[in-house]
């Protein structure tokens, strides 16, 4: 056994429920074969069950357990038919590595089963727990030859090759759908005598796959491989197995392939060595044409510090190490800097530094003595390199502000949030307070108290309704049924408190606090949440115990917290690591730089300045550049990567000016960054592995209007290995299975997502550097559902641009009707006819017209990801006074005329809006009146009509009638007369609803 080796795969194969019947009488014999890793492990045959129950626990060895979210389980699910006949299969589930738990905190999660290919007809689930459990390495004597080990290990081998064997024996006896190709090579290793097992049949999605090119190897030196790697390689080809390695691959080979590499000169001064030196602290100072830096103050003589300089600011092609002793400070003054005493300095030629680059190893420092009077030796390195340096990231950059740990590049995660339901239900034994009003009504009198109950979780809370409590009965419990939902954060506030108020005396009778450490977790809405009592804690004085309530509470695990507007939304996994599955791709960004940045600053200067970064945000990762000082053209060159598990998901970038890193300068509070634009690329708009280079306008909305603030540069990419998932994800639903079979209402969901956006923007916040509410929230549209006039027109605009077709077919019905083009009324009169006689040919038709419409219009598709537009926002569309309304806060802050002003506008704006529901609703009320004798006449017509349409079409053909029909709506319009038909003004004259409203 290797070294991570000591860790093993418990699968619990528990049951199945509604599997297709597939042995011809209505049922089927079930067994469930488990891949993992080249190991293979079979369940026993429950006989014509088509709900069958396992319950068996199947053990692998998990040979390296880093490599073990890369990993896929597969269970196969099939038909045993006895009689050496083929096994029929009934379907399968791939679960991902990465949902593996721990021993201890696995759930029973079902499973629908999937099809092999599209010809599989499967139907069912599987409920299966999947856990890991991690084993102390055992210890080895000494005493031991270097040979004994190798003869144990050929021993177990050789035992574990008997039941493997036997298996084959078994396999061999029923066979599983087997190729032929498959057959012979299995046939070939049963002759090499290798304990791998043939391989499962294969689909035709399997072979589309094995086509697919398989990714680059890594250019370093690959991992040693371990010794139980050896022993068992997995014989399946290129499968989903292998995305997350992809992604691994991509990122480990082609790091920093799509954006430029920019070269740095680093410089690392570790320490100093001085024989007769005094205990004076010493430091050291990089000089290279005008840039000057020093080391931090140190009496250990120890630094270990790393400088970058951009070199192409380099206007010195000589480089100087200097190292200073620092002179005493005397009394309250600091000591002069011509005070400080030279130990020595060492120069370099720039143009015999090394140059280096990742995968080589990091450049070895070396001491070099120093020239001068003190004999004194300092440790450097001295080497140019790029941004993918690993030293790149801790060192004082030359381009951003030296070593500020505000404007450094970090990459943030978003917090794991989780619903949290309590299910309030009824209460028992209650002791009610006295009353605070002595002419309320007291506990076994005559009134009724009304009850609620309360919950509060980390400052959400949340009240049920009243019930009503009849206090002269004595068995009386108040019953309530109702949910309260929560936002909860890992990790997790320590107690969810639970109150149970009288509201009719405004008191509290009992409260209760729950740790959500003890709270159940659960992944559906088929295993219900255990009911539990909780003894509710009253006043410490006169009544330690008020009585007892119960409830359920849970994690649930199968919701999507939103975090972010549903419309623009990177990530909708559920909650639970157990559900995940997958990635099916990678997304690469790189940030190239920007242009034509407007001044965000008026103190730094005549033209003031700008210390710009950029945010990405996708799923629950957030990456952050390093702040370029002082330019309007900042280069960044920095590239990030995620995985991909929905390609109808959004990227979000935003650019901010950095105001937090002088806050020491004279600030008693951090200033809040200033937004300078932001960019979305939708990522279902990208072809695959292809790199997009593109430049996107920054467009940023202001009280004053709104304004250019300049360009971004970006490089994109998204590269999926397998099409057939990829085009698979476009039929599976968006949200977890729970959305839809107990879906939370629309106003629940808005504000459980504030409260969700709270709490990323609070643990953002803590970060080291903090990333700012004010840019979570602006990454997070945290104001999209405000009102605003701008985004209302904008709105009315996209109904109309989806309208614009139907009003333009419209249009051309009315001019064919009008007879305003003959060739093309005629034409339509021939369609009629041959749409008539032969009707089985119009369906087929009209797909093959809009398949070639759609092939025409290929040629004008969009050749790239479009970023934000400023013409549909209609940013230009609207005044200084609407856009000062926008940017209002609530409640309103401005004076009492111009509010009076902006609500005048409103009402405007709503009774139009109000009419136009009012006409709306009345023709729905019309058609109703038709068949509700409210105008009894109206009505009796309509009666007649019914019943003489029916005589006609029972004696006249169909094809007769649309013929006729046809015929008499495309007539000529001098048969036609100018008032309105008999039918539209009888529709006119029935009674709607609104002679009724007061």
């Not at 100087?320 to 370099?348: I, M, N, R, W």
């Not at 540069?713 to 107990?742: D, K, N, Q």
Request: hydrophobic share 35%; net charge neutral.
């Amino acid at each position: 056994m290797t070294e991570g080796g000591n860790r093993r795969l418990v699968v619990e194969v528990c049951s199945a429920r509604s599997l297709m019947p597939k042995d011809g009488q209505g049922t089927a014999s079930a067994y469930v074969m488990v891949d993992f890793d080249g190991q293979r492990r079979r369940t026993k045959t429950r006989t014509r069950d088509l709900n069958p129950q396992w319950d068996e626990k199947l053990e692998f060895l998990v040979h390296d357990p880093e490599t073990m979210a890369g990993e896929t389980l597969e269970l196969n699910v099939y038909n045993d038919k006895k009689g050496g006949k083929r096994n029929t299969f009934l379907g399968k589930v791939k679960i991902s590595g990465a949902s593996f738990a721990k021993a201890g905190s696995e759930t029973l999660v079902y499973y629908p089963l999937e099809k092999r290919s599209v010809f599989s007809q499967v139907k069912g689930e599987i409920g299966v727990r999947v856990s890991y459990v991690d084993e102390d390495p055992p210890l080895v004597p000494e005493a031991k030859t270097e040979g004994a080990p190798a003869a144990e290990e050929k021993k177990t081998t050789e035992e574990e090759k008997k039941p493997e064997e036997e298996k084959k024996t078994e396999e061999a006896k029923k066979p599983e759908e087997a190729k032929p190709e498959e057959k012979a090579s299995a046939s070939k290793d049963e002759k090499k005598k290798q304990p791998e097992k043939p391989k499962e049949a294969t689909s035709e999605a399997d072979k589309t796959k094995e086509e697919t090119p398989k990714p680059q190897p890594s250019p370093g030196p690959p991992p040693p491989p371990s010794p139980a790697a050896t022993k068992e390689q997995p014989l399946s080809g290129l499968s989903d197995l292998e995305i997350r390695p992809f992604a691994g691959e991509r990122a480990a080979s082609n790091s920093y392939d799509i954006v430029a590499r920019v070269h740095y000169l680093f410089v690392r001064v570790l320490k100093v060595k001085h024989d007769g030196a005094s205990d004076r602290p010493v430091y050291a100072q990089v000089v290279i044409g005008s840039h000057s830096v020093r080391t931090r103050t140190a009496k250990s003589k120890d630094w270990d510090q790393v400088f970058a300089f951009h070199k192409g600011s380099l206007n010195s092609m000589a480089l100087e190490v200097s190292v200073y002793e620092e002179k005493p400070k005397e009394g309250d003054d600091k000591a002069a800097a011509g005070e400080d005493v030279s130990l020595g300095s060492v120069s370099f030629d720039l143009s015999e530094i090394p140059k280096r680059s990742p995968p080589d190893s990091p450049l070895a420092p070396q001491w070099y003595t120093l020239e001068g009077e003190h004999d004194v030796d300092v440790m450097l390195a001295v080497w140019i390199g790029t941004q993918v340096d690993e030293a790149f990231q801790e060192a004082w950059q030359s381009d951003s502000g030296g070593l500020n740990v505000h404007t450094r590049c970090k990459a943030y995660l978003s917090p794991k949030l989780w619903y949290l339901r309590l299910t309030v239900i009824q209460t028992q034994d209650l002791h009610l307070p006295p009353p605070a009003d002595p002419k309320s009504p007291r506990p076994g009198g005559a009134g009724s108290t009304e009850l609620l109950v309360k919950g509060q979780l980390s400052g959400q809370i949340f009240r049920t309704e009243r019930a009503p409590l009849i206090t002269s009965s004595s068995s009386a419990n108040p019953t309530w049924n109702e949910d309260l939902v929560f936002v909860a954060a890992e990790p997790f506030e320590p107690f969810l408190t639970v109150v149970l108020e009288d509201s009719t005396n405004c008191q509290a009778v009992g409260h209760a606090k729950v740790p959500l450490s003890s709270i159940h977790r659960r992944l559906d809405d088929r295993a219900e949440p255990p009911a539990r009592w909780l003894n509710l804690a009253g006043d410490e004085e006169g009544r330690p115990y008020a009585g007892r309530l119960q409830v359920k509470i849970c994690l649930e695990g199968g919701y999507h917290v939103l975090d972010e507007a549903a419309h623009v939304a990177s990530d909708v996994r559920a909650a639970s690591k157990q559900l995940s599955k997958p990635p099916i791709g990678l997304l690469e960004v790189g940030v190239l730089g920007a242009t034509n940045l407007v001044p965000m600053k008026t103190s730094g200067g005549a033209g003031g300045s700008t210390d710009a970064y950029v945010v990405l945000k996708y799923g629950p990762k957030w990456a952050r550049t390093r702040t370029i000082i002082d330019q309007f053209n900042p280069r960044w060159n920095e590239q990030y990567s995620w995985d991909v598990f929905d390609p109808c998901t959004v990227l979000t970038i935003g650019v901010f000016d950095n105001c937090r890193f002088k806050t020491g300068e004279n600030r008693p509070t951090p200033a809040k960054d200033a937004r300078i634009g932001k960019v979305r690329i939708r990522l279902s708009t990208l072809d695959t592995d292809r790199v997009y280079i593109n430049s996107y306008a920054l467009t940023a909305v202001q009280p004053a209007g709104a304004k250019k603030m300049g360009e971004i540069e970006l490089a994109i990419r998204f590269s999926c290995p397998s099409w057939l998932s990829l085009l698979a994800t476009y039929g599976s639903p968006m949200l977890p299975r729970m959305h839809y079979v107990r879906p939370l209402g629309p106003a629940q969901q808005d504000a459980l997502r504030h409260t969700a956006m709270r709490h990323v923007a609070a643990r953002l916040a803590r970060s080291e550097p903090p990333l700012g509410p004010e840019v979570v929230h602006h990454m997070l549209d945290t104001d999209a559902h405000a009102w605003s006039v701008r985004r209302s027109r904008a709105n009315w605009a996209r109904v109309v641009g989806c309208l614009t077709r139907a009003a333009a077919a419209a249009r051309w019905a009315r001019g064919v009707r009008t007879w305003a083009h003959p060739p093309t009324t005629v034409l339509v009169h021939v369609l009629l006819i041959a749409a008539v006689l032969c009707p089985q040919v119009i369906l087929p038709t009209a797909a093959l017209y809009l398949f070639l419409v759609l092939t025409w219009r290929f040629r004008a598709r969009p050749r790239g990801p479009a970023g934000m537009d400023p013409r549909l926002s209609q940013v230009d569309a609207v005044g200084s006074d609407e856009l000062d309304e926008e940017f209002d806060g609530f409640p309103s802050s401005r004076p009492a005329d111009v509010v009076r002003l902006r609500y005048d506008r409103l009402r405007a704006v709503a009774g139009r809006a109000q009419t136009l529901l009012g006409d709306v609703a009345a023709q729905g009320e019309r058609l109703e009146a038709l068949l509700g004798w409210r105008d009894p006449r109206a009505t009796g017509i309509f009666a007649g009509f019914c019943l003489l349409s029916s005589m006609v079409l029972y004696s006249v053909p169909f094809k007769a009638l649309v013929l006729m029909a046809g015929f008499y709506y495309l007539r000529h319009p001098r048969f036609r007369g100018d008032m309105p038909s008999a039918g539209f003004n009888f529709f006119r004259r029935l009674p709607p609803m609104s002679d009724r409203i007061l």
